[in-house]
Every structure is written in C-alpha cells, then in structure tokens.
T-cell receptor
Framework: NAGVTQTPKFRVLKTGQSMTLLCAQDMNHEYMYWYRQDPGMGLRLIHYSVGEGTTAKGEVPDGYNVSRLKKQNFLLGLESAAPSQTSVYFC?????????????FGNGTRLTVT | DAKTTQPNSMESNEEEPVHLPCNHSTISGTDYIHWYRQLPSQGPEYVIHGLTSNVNNRMASLAIAEDRKSSTLILHRATLRDAAVYYC??????????????FGGGTRLMVKP
C-alpha cells in the first residue's frame, strides 16, 4: 500500500545545478500536484496535472518545470537551482479535481541549495 | 479567493475533546470547507470536508455554522498522535479552480499527556 512515493527524500545542491524530483502514485489517480513548504508556512502550489500528458501552472511556478509522461508519475525539474528554492517539496495526487476528491500526499523531499 | 483565519496554536490534554475553530467570513456559496492535518515530518493528511451540514467520520466531526462564516473541527478524544498542524481550507466546488487548494498557516495543536 505505497500510495504516493517521492524520491529522493533529501538532497543538497549547489547554486546553478539541476535536478529532478520524482513522484509516483499507485492509486490510478488522474490529478497530481507539486507543492513547496517553507519553514513555518503553509503549502504553495507549484504546478499540477489533470491527466497524463497535461500540466498547468500553480501559484509559484517560476524556476520549475514539470512533466507527466505516464499517468502514475509526475516529475518536478529545477534547471538552475537557487538558494530561494531551498524548501520541502510535497507531491500529491487525487482521483479527480472535484471537491469530494481528497488529496493524498507523499512524505516530502527536503532540498537545500547552497 | 475566500480566505480562512485560524488561531496559530492550541493546547489540549490527552483524552479530552478538542475544538479547532476556523473563520471564513467571505465564503461563497460554492466553497466547500476542507480540513487537513500535517504530522511532524510528514505530508498533509485529509481529515474531513463539508458544505452546509455537520459531518462525521472516523477521524473527526465538522460543525458548520448556519451562516457558514465559521466552522469547528472536533476531535472527540485527543491522543498524543493528534499533535499536528491543522489546516482549514476552502475549496471551490466546480471547475479547475477546485485544483487550487490554498494552505494557510494552520493551527498547531499540542497535546499534553
């Protein structure tokens, strides 16, 4: 019963390096999301996807790219990491986008950019 | 977007009921009230949601004011495992705007043994 799995769990990057965060869900959910959470704050939506092959911008999309080539996977890319992207990143999925479809979250990736 | 206001923190004793308030005075007729909680070092976890009527599930109860400008999440018997940050969120019930769950600061619940 894996649910939503995020890899890696921790990562340290130098400014300017690139990396990809992987999110995988095994619940056959259509919708997937990437959020970031800064210390002592709530979550902010970066990008989301309403189905395989689709992506859309959220509240704070700048500096990030995403891809949804397979229904079960949602990738978040940082092309040139900046210290301002130091954060905890959470992936989530839901069966649909409607109000009755709760989000299921992974346990996060803690990223530090030095 | 309609916003919510919650106390920053609350304390409770173990095995006592906890009432977590949320104000949402600008709520629209199509906004659903959702609650999530976030345990330490974990992602948020869905707790409950409702529109107008009070709701119960195995985790908690949700009491919604008649004018819908406020709601209360009720944990009937707090346990140490319930120590978490609780988020009250309004979610539009239609269209792609429903994808935009907005998490505020939430209420940090501390449970004393």
């Amino acid at each position: 019963n894996a649910g939503v799995t995020q890899t890696p769990k921790f990562r340290v990057l130098k400014t300017g390096q690139s990396m990809t965060l992987l999110c995988a869900q095994d619940m056959n959910h259509e919708y997937m999301y990437w959020y970031r959470q800064d210390p002592g704050m709530g979550l902010r939506l970066i990008h989301y996807s309403v189905g395989e092959g689709t992506t859309a911008k959220g509240e704070v999309p700048d500096g990030y790219n995403v891809s949804r080539l397979k229904k079960q996977n949602f990738l978040l890319g940082l092309e040139s990491a900046a210290p301002s992207q130091t954060s905890v990143y959470f992936c989530a999925s839901s069966y649909s986008g409607g109000y009755v479809s709760p989000l299921h979250f992974g346990n996060g990736t803690r990223l530090t950019v030095t | 977007d309609a916003k919510t206001t919650q106390p920053n923190s609350m304390e409770s004793n173990e095995e006592e009921p906890v009432h977590l308030p949320c104000n949402h005075s600008t709520i629209s007729g199509t906004d659903y009230i959702h609650w999530y909680r976030q345990l330490p070092s974990q992602g948020p976890e869905y707790v409950i949601h409702g529109l107008t009527s009070n709701v119960n599930n195995r985790m908690a109860s949700l009491a919604i004011a008649e004018d819908r400008k406020s709601s209360t999440l009720i944990l009937h018997r707090a346990t140490l495992r319930d120590a978490a940050v609780y988020y009250c969120i309004l979610r539009e019930g239609w269209g792609n705007a429903g994808n935009m769950l907005t998490f505020g600061g939430g209420t940090r619940l501390m449970v004393k043994p």
